[in-house]
């Protein structure tokens, strides 16, 4: 099976930050991914912005673009307005989420659950769209359990989806687990790893607490001994996540999905120590 890679990005606030994406995806656009994926803020927040980039990426790159798609907090009149636009403008790939509901709204909207969304993409369009979904391999933060978390991602697979991209983890077994869970349960999509380079400790133990993404306490205590010394960090981070992609890739995952942060350097440097094209 060959592998596929990719990279997402989140759509820029400011003139500048516009520039640096421009730079940071023309380089990996070298890489030649699969697609750049697109995050979009809860209730649809980034919507505008989020079609922006996609545009941009489509247009100038080359390269396909996937727009995340949260269904939270949004009706289904909304939602088809959102996969008419992307059709009309090429999109021919979606990252299909739950979501989270913007900050201090108690509408949850007319879908709760990501299966519930990717199931109505394929009634409104059928296969036009190749549809990834998450996949959770240390357990979703809010799910009851493990058990449960797993059945939650089997309806999303059994809804429809073709694809799934896991939230990024810094234990493999972890990962080996939920597909050996999986493929007992007859999933057979391909389960791309998702990666997150570590560059900064304080920020990724802050969006680790809130995605329930585990920072092994060998990791974590490592970390917090450089203190701020980000030359430090960023070494030692790019060794872990590196040794662990090579584990990874020796077992034959389908690919990577890098959480790219807008950054350049972090994801290229893994990128050639695992002796990948350039």
């Known amino acids: 099976m060959t592998k596929t890679y990719s990279f997402e990005f989140f759509p820029p606030k400011t003139d500048k930050g516009q520039e640096n994406l421009k730079n940071t995806r023309e380089q990996l656009a070298k890489l030649n991914p699969e697609f750049f994926s697109i995050t979009y803020g809860a209730g649809g927040s980034t919507q505008e912005r989020t079609l922006g980039t996609v545009m941009s990426i489509q247009k100038e790159s080359g390269i396909e673009a996937a727009p995340h798609l949260s269904c939270i907090g949004s009706s289904k009149e909304q939602i088809r307005d959102i996969l008419n636009l992307y059709k009309d403008n090429g999109v021919k790939r979606i990252v299909a989420l739950r979501g989270d509901l913007p900050s201090g709204s108690r509408d949850i909207g007319e879908m709760q659950y990501a299966n519930e969304l990717v199931e109505f993409i394929r009634e409104e369009t059928g296969d036009h769209f190749t549809l990834e979904v998450a996949a959770y391999p240390e357990m979703h933060p809010q799910a009851k359990n493990y058990q449960d978390d797993l059945m939650n991602f089997v309806r999303k697979v059994n809804a429809g989806s073709d694809r799934a991209i896991t939230q990024y983890f810094y ?71 590196s040794s662990m992609c090579e584990r990874l890739m020796a077992q034959g995952i389908p690919g990577l999905h890098f959480y790219t942060m807008n950054r350049v350097e972090p994801t290229m440097t893994i990128w050639k120590n695992l002796g990948l094209p350039v």
């Open 171 to 241: 234990n493999a077994d972890a990962y080996f687990r939920f597909v050996d869970d999986c493929d007992a349960l007859g999933v057979d999509i391909p389960i791309v790893p998702g990666i997150m380079p570590i560059t900064n400790h304080l920020q990724l133990a802050r969006f680790s607490d809130a995605c329930g993404a585990e920072i092994p306490r060998w990791i974590r205590t490592r970390l917090e001994g450089y203190g701020e010394d980000l030359d430090s960090i960023q070494k030692f981070g790019t060794e872990v996540v």
